[in-house]
């Protein structure tokens, strides 16, 4: 069974930075592209990033809203990966969910989430 | 970038009717489409995806259709745990690569 369990989420300043990890079990991680899809709250889905697996070179794309702030990355020997979010503003306080790629276009399977608040 | 448009915003209907949510893309994605579920305080589930292929362990009430830019996802002989956010999903990859969710259907079950 597919298991995607988020960490890492908490309180923060708005300026400051947190890294979310992802720890996936119950399929073969490395053979498979992840995402990291955000929920503001009472708001709609926003894709944040995905990275591909190795054999494809690894590529990492972000949506807008995070570019050259986040940064997606990934460590197939411990099949996790992270979000390192820095210079967090108020509009990125969310719900955070990891997913696994599906089919090249869309999620597969979804973690719980972790929540970030960024607030003074 | 392509712009997903969900109709309508709110559903209400009764157990045992059939729900009829819209999505409408600002340009053809073909049948690159995918249907999430949310149910409160949960995590989304895939649904449907390429239009109209349910997901592993999706029941048959569930059907999605369409092409080019306007889909449907149908939901038959509604039940209570259908209640939801309902949301369309598709991918580009026109450099930059990225993915765009619709802004939501909610369902409510009477």
């Known amino acids: 069974e597919v298991q995607l369990v988020e960490f890492g989420g908490g309180l923060v300043k708005p300026g400051e930075s947190l890294r979310l990890s992802c720890a996936a079990s119950g399929f073969t991680f490395s053979n498979v592209w992840m995402n990291w899809v955000r929920q503001a709250p009472g708001k709609g889905l926003e894709w944040v990033g995905r990275?591909?697996?190795?054999?494809?070179?690894?590529?990492?794309d972000y949506g807008a809203p995070v570019e050259g702030r986040f940064t997606i990355s990934r460590d197939d020997s411990k099949s996790t990966i992270y979000l390192q979010m820095n210079n967090l503003r108020p509009e990125d306080t969310a719900m955070y969910y990891c997913?696994?790629?599906?089919?090249?276009?869309?999620?597969?399977?979804w973690g719980q989430g972790t929540l970030v608040t960024v607030s003074s | 970038e392509i712009v997903l448009t969900q109709s309508p915003a709110t559903l209400s209907l009764s157990p045992g009717e059939g729900a009829t949510l819209s999505c409408r893309a600002s340009q053809s994605i073909s049948r690159y489409l995918a249907w999430y579920q949310q149910k409160p305080g949960q995590a989304p589930r895939l649904l449907i995806y390429?239009?109209?292929n349910r997901a592993t362990g999706i029941p048959a009430r569930f059907s999605g259709s369409g092409s080019g830019s306007d889909f449907i996802l149908t939901i038959s002989s509604l039940e209570p745990e259908d209640s939801a956010v309902y949301y369309c999903q598709q991918h580009s990859n026109w450099p930059p690569s990225m993915y765009t969710f619709g802004q939501g259907t909610k369902l409510e079950i009477k």
């Open positions: 990275v591909k697996t190795k054999d494809v070179g690894g590529i990492i």
């Open positions: 997913a696994t790629d599906f089919s090249t276009r869309y999620m597969g399977s």
């Open positions: 390429d239009a109209s």
